[in-house]
């Protein structure tokens, strides 16, 4: 069996694309196939597609959440609903190729690998700064991370079921899924692949998203803003304490008070900023957290193909 999850979230017009991408090349697959659609609290009529598959196709499932939890969630609730040996995760909008399945199954039977990744060769068609500031992202998280991930990496992937188990384990509130794949290890390669335009419809993935989500990677999978915080702290009070002597003894030896508000002012400014810059860094895994301490569930399911709700 293989388990296809695919989280959705406004995908109404590219869920028949997608369904009819992936019969196409079923005949090349040795295993039988189940879909577990995840809806993310879509506002669409996503939903109302997933209903109609389902009653068509014994093989096709769906989660519908009670809200919008966010990708992570669809992605951790697919996992947990899969029971294929093999399990793939896959965009709904066809931006990962559904033909590229056949081989990636071919490399973990004959390699013996837990994981086949898949990464964009390149980013055409992605504006320039968004691409400038992933680059960066991937090489600065891979600097201060002892978790390596790799640049342009998707979420499209095949693992086996030992690797899905290894991961249902991390039961986190906060997730980072690019990070907890690469965190469980297992045998991984990667398969390369030109940038694809989705097929319907538009993302959600604003340039903000992209940026908290990435901030969310860093406070999720290193401390180093935390030592960066204490460092920042304590050259201030080294550059204080040298200012200090300096004033204290050109009034000794000069007699010279000192003078001069608006740089004292300036001095506190500067001060106060580095003062809130290192609370902000704190105050951002304390937020982590509380959030884990919670305890709350990572997501709420409303509805399955097996107890619909009215229309």
Not at 63 to 72: A, I, T, W
């Amino acid at each position: 069996m293989l388990s296809v999850i695919v989280p959705c979230f406004n995908e109404e017009e590219a869920i028949p694309l997608f369904f009819a991408a992936m019969e196409k090349i079923k005949t090349q697959l040795k295993h039988e196939l189940e879909y577990i659609f995840v809806d993310d609290g879509s506002k669409d009529r996503t939903l109302a597609e997933l209903r109609q598959l389902a009653a068509q196709h014994d093989f096709v499932h769906y989660l519908s959440f009670s809200r919008n939890f966010g990708k992570e969630a669809a992605l951790y609730a697919g996992l947990e609903a899969s029971t294929g040996e093999l399990v793939t995760v896959m965009d709904v909008d066809l931006q990962d190729p559904p033909e590229l399945l056949p081989q990636m199954i071919q490399l973990i039977e004959e390699k013996e690998i837990d994981c086949v990744g898949t990464r964009r060769a390149d980013r055409k068609g992605e504006p320039a700064i968004r691409s400038f500031f992933a680059r960066k992202f991937y090489q600065l998280i891979n600097k201060i991370s002892e978790t390596e991930m790799v640049d342009g990496a998707r979420d499209f992937r095949l693992m086996t079921r030992q690797m899905v188990d290894a991961i249902l384990e991390l039961t986190e509130y906060n997730r980072f899924s690019k990070g907890l794949f690469s965190w469980v290890g297992f045998k991984t390669e990667y398969l390369s692949y030109g940038n694809r335009e989705r097929v319907a419809g538009e993302t959600t993935w604003s340039f903000w998203k992209l940026f908290n989500y990435s901030i969310d990677g860093i406070v999720n999978f290193s401390d180093a803003p935390l030592n960066i915080a204490s460092f920042v702290g304590a050259l201030s009070c080294f550059g204080a304490l040298i200012a200090l002597l300096f004033i204290v003894g050109r009034a000794l030896i000069f007699g010279d008070p000192t003078s001069g508000w608006p740089s004292m002012v300036s001095i506190f400014l500067f001060i106060g900023g580095l003062q809130l810059l290192c609370l902000g860094i704190i105050g951002k895994y304390i937020g982590k957290i509380f959030l884990e301490t919670k305890d709350r569930p990572i997501y709420i399911v409303r509805e399955t193909e097996k107890t619909p709700k009215a229309k």
